[in-house]
């Protein structure tokens, strides 16, 4: 890959192991199904292909062509990618298309009615700059009106049973938590992976700047209404309006 965003390089996700990531998350884990069918039954007709951002091992990737959609899914690393070519139905794989690229500079030359990021894969991309050309990235691949479905922590909430320490603040199980950058490090095993913290108004900043508007906004892929309270976290469809 030619460019690879600050947050590709220091996210954690881009050598991580696809056998500890199955583990981790398997195919047959669907909680959250039921929304990114939501999205895409409301917002896309069935013969326009859907994008998916950050597909992993792609468990919602295979549920998007179980439900007769064509998809374009995009990941930074090759192994998930390969297990999520491998979870498509051989009878269904040419409704699946894979490509090994940074959602920050995402590059498919084509535009699309609907965007999902599932399972808190947004706050991967760590820096507001990184946040800034992800967005405008991803507008060049919307039609107008179409929309981006995804979800990310709530950082009060996050953020709850912080405790400062000598050495900054961190949790009791030993995750740690830098105000400076807003930015989580836990390990996954013994990766680090890092997550950014994202308020809602660092959301509703970043669609004022790229022509996006919030159209749904939930407190879970469960569609409970937002309300900042324990068990939520941002669960979002915006529209490219401009
Ligand atoms: C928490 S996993 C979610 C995977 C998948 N969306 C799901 O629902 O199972 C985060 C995913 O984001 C991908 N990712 C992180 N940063 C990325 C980037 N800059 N470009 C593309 N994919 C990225 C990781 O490789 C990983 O597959």
Known sequence: MDDLSYSAQHSGWEDYPAAQWDERKPISWLDDWEFWHYCIEKYSSTDAPILELACGNGRITRQIVLSGYTVFAVDI??????????????HLTHCAHFFLQDVVYLSLNRQFSVAIMADWAFPSILTPADQLQFFRSLSKHLLHEGIFAFNTLFPTIQ?????????GFMWPDGRRFDPMTQIETRLSGDIPLQFRHTTLSEIEWLCQMTGFAIRERYGNVDRRPLRGIMGDDLTLILQKVM
Request: glycine share 4%; net charge neutral; proline share 13%.
């Open 77 to 90: 690393n090759p192994h998930f990618l390969n297990r999520a070519q491998a979870n498509i139905p051989s």
């Open 159 to 167: 953020q709850i049973g912080l405790i400062p320490t000598d050495t």
